[in-house]
């Protein structure tokens, strides 16, 4: 079965700061994985995406995400956040024959001045 | 621009009330998608659609349907609208490239 999950619930940073969102997964077969954003009152964005090659993928507004097939995970960084950051970041990942998705519960970033 | 819209944006409806949340797409996408969620938490999907005339039911058992008569259309219907289903429900299309969501419309049924 496909599942993503997302331990945290909500993560702190304040600006200028790196920030991790994690998320780990569980496929049959290889994983197609992404990440997207949603800000409040709007629909979900998305940010990056892993399907296959390198192992560090680099999305938009400086976030990148990476990919570690021995840990089952696909953590979202940036290297220094932005109060604009802040939002509800959510991890997929596509069916193995593409006809569903499944998201992560939604980790919530919060980004301090 | 290719975006996909929904409409409405909120609406608030009574019990037993037949509704259809609009869903229209202008990327040519043949994979469309319906989800449910509730607010800062996961999406469950409900509904999908490969193509023209082509519906299947999701993970999350619903009381609605769909129809799929033209490539930018996926309207979702509820017959007898319930408080049970208040919720933000999220239209998407996709294609080799990933997903684009609408706006969502938030239903309350009162």
């Known amino acids: 079965a496909q599942s993503v999950a997302q331990p945290e619930d909500q993560v702190n940073v304040a600006e200028g700061n790196p920030l991790t969102v994690k998320c780990t997964y569980s496929?049959?077969?290889?994983?197609?994985l992404f990440w997207y954003v949603q800000y409040p009152n709007r629909g979900l964005q998305f940010l990056l995406k892993?399907?296959?090659?390198?192992?560090l993928v680099k999305g938009s507004y400086g976030f990148e995400a990476e990919f570690n097939k021995s840990q089952t995970s696909f953590h979202l960084k940036k290297p220094s956040a932005l109060v604009s950051d802040s939002a509800l970041y959510f991890c997929?990942?596509?069916?193995?024959?593409?006809?569903?998705?499944?998201f992560g519960s939604g980790t919530k970033l919060n980004v301090k001045p | 621009e290719a975006d996909i819209y929904q409409t409405p944006r909120y609406l608030v409806i009574g019990t037993g009330k037949k509704i259809t949340l609009e869903c229209s797409q202008t990327?040519?996408?043949?994979?469309m998608y319906w989800y449910q969620q509730d607010p800062g938490m996961e999406l469950h999907l409900i509904h999908y659609?490969?193509?023209?005339?082509?519906?299947e039911k999701g993970d999350l058992s619903s009381e609605s349907t769909v129809s799929r008569i033209r490539t930018e259309h996926f309207p979702l219907t509820l017959e007898s609208a319930r408080p049970s289903h208040t919720s933000q429900y999220l239209c998407?299309?996709?294609?080799?490239?990933?997903?684009?969501f609408g706006s969502g419309t938030r239903l309350t049924v009162v």
């Open positions: 496929v049959s077969g290889n994983p197609y």
């Open positions: 997929a990942v596509m069916g193995y024959n593409f006809n569903k998705f499944y």
């Open positions: 998407a299309s996709s294609d080799d490239n990933g997903y684009t």
């Open positions: 990327m040519g996408h043949d994979k």
């Open positions: 892993y399907i296959t090659g390198d192992n």
């Open positions: 659609s490969y193509g023209v005339n082509s519906t």
